[in-house]
Structure formats: structure tokens, C-alpha cells
């Protein structure tokens, strides 16, 4: 089952509004990656982080490794209509190499 | 640069039959994974292979099974589907040097009926 909390499930929103998520665990993790999947594709990496306390950008986007090792957010700045799609936080733990991936955030930006 | 292909993109297949499905890595990827995907438990790790050799391995039953070929090309099969095999099946690679980054297909989707 899955490990990562990843909170809120689903999100509408305003066309130029900006959004955050985020994911949180139990357990340490190595690394955190964001995906966005939108329907009948599979997830597309956005952003992958590797050290506590990391923050990077990719455009609009950022994401932080959390100091804990046991979180990550995901902040999206000025949505657009094309942001629309599912989000995915993801991590491999310390002690293990498979990956595990939250449960998806939903978001709907309305123009 | 291609991305990560799977064939096919949809499939649908009855109670107890058997099932192949393809991936073809990013061209230089050497490490190919597998997750199933519903709507219930989400994206979840089947697999993972290297040098055709499995690295990593899911908790799922021995019902699933994969390999990895020379050219890194993969398939997973599934023997006496059930209901509940029913899902998105994606195929995900990487390079050597970033494990975690994962590239992945548009998957593909089986019905068992």
C-alpha cells in the first residue's frame, strides 16, 4: 500500500491563482518527485528533489524536500487552464529502492 | 529523442487467460520499471529491471512476472487474470545515473472481463 500522505485530493481554482500540496509520510525518504499525469497518459516528471531542505523551481513550479525527510510540498504560481490534471508526489525510502507515490492531487482551474 | 512506448495501448482479455505486455525504453535507458495503476490503490511498484536482471520487486502475487531483454526492452505478463487485474499498466525507464527520475509511457489498459 501506499506510504505518502498527499493532501488535498482534489483542488478548484480561479485561473491565476496559486496552489500548493503537498505530501507527507511516516518514514524518511531519499528523494521526493512530483509528476502531473493528465488522462489516458502517464505521469510526466515536473520536478525531482535529492537533499533536505532542497527547493527547486521549474517554471511556475516549485517543490521543496522537506528538512525531515518525511515531507514535500508542490506550489503552482499563477495557474493556467493547462495546469489542470492529477499531481503526484513520490519517494523512494531510505532503507528500500522501489518507489512510492501518493494518491494524487486533482486539479481543476476554472478560466 | 523518443519517449517510452507500450504496446498495446488497450487491451481487454476474460477471467484466466494470460497477457503480454511491451515497453520499449528511452533510448539509452537501461533500467525499466512496472506499476499498476487503479483508481482504488493507486500507482502502485510491480518491478524493476537492469541488465535484464530484476532488481526490485513489489509485493504483488507470482501471477505477474517480467524480463528485461538485451536491447533493455521489457514486458511483464500476467497469468490467470482476474477482476482485479483490471488497471493502467505503466512502463517507466531511467539512466544509470538517476534511478529515481523516472520517464514514463502512456501505459496500457487492461480490461479483464
Known amino acids: 500500500g501506499q506510504q505518502l500522505n498527499q493532501s488535498p485530493q482534489s483542488m478548484f481554482i480561479q485561473e491565476g491563482e496559486d496552489v500548493s500540496m503537498n505530501c507527507t509520510s511516516s518514514s524518511i525518504f531519499n528523494t521526493w518527485l512530483w509528476y502531473k499525469q493528465d488522462p489516458g497518459e502517464g505521469p510526466v516528471l515536473l520536478i525531482a528533489?535529492?537533499?533536505?531542505?532542497e527547493l527547486t523551481s521549474n517554471g511556475r513550479l516549485t517543490a521543496q524536500f522537506g528538512i525531515t525527510r518525511k515531507d514535500s510540498f508542490l506550489n503552482i504560481s499563477a495557474s493556467i487552464p493547462s495546469d489542470v490534471g492529477i499531481y503526484f508526489c513520490?519517494?523512494?525510502?531510505?532503507?528500500?529502492?522501489?518507489?512510492?507515490f501518493g494518491a494524487g492531487t486533482r486539479l481543476t482551474v476554472k478560466p | 529523442k523518443a519517449g517510452v512506448t507500450q504496446t498495446p495501448r488497450y487491451l481487454i482479455k476474460t477471467r484466466g487467460q494470460q497477457v503480454t505486455l511491451s515497453c520499449s525504453p528511452i533510448s539509452g535507458h537501461r533500467s525499466v520499471s512496472w506499476y499498476q495503476q487503479t483508481p482504488g490503490q493507486g500507482l502502485q511498484f510491480l518491478f524493476e529491471y537492469f541488465s535484464e536482471t530484476q532488481r526490485n520487486k513489489g509485493n504483488f502475487p507470482g501471477r505477474f512476472s517480467g524480463r528485461q531483454f538485451s536491447n533493455s526492452r521489457s514486458e511483464m505478463n500476467v497469468s490467470t487474470l482476474e477482476l482485479g487485474d483490471s488497471a493502467l499498466y505503466l512502463c517507466?525507464?531511467?539512466?544509470?545515473?538517476?534511478?529515481?527520475?523516472?520517464?514514463f509511457g502512456p501505459g496500457t489498459r487492461l480490461t479483464v472481463t
Open positions: 528533489l535529492y537533499k533536505a531542505g
Open positions: 517507466a525507464s531511467s539512466l544509470i545515473g538517476s534511478p529515481y527520475e523516472q520517464y
Open positions: 513520490a519517494g523512494n525510502l531510505y532503507n528500500n529502492n522501489d518507489m512510492r
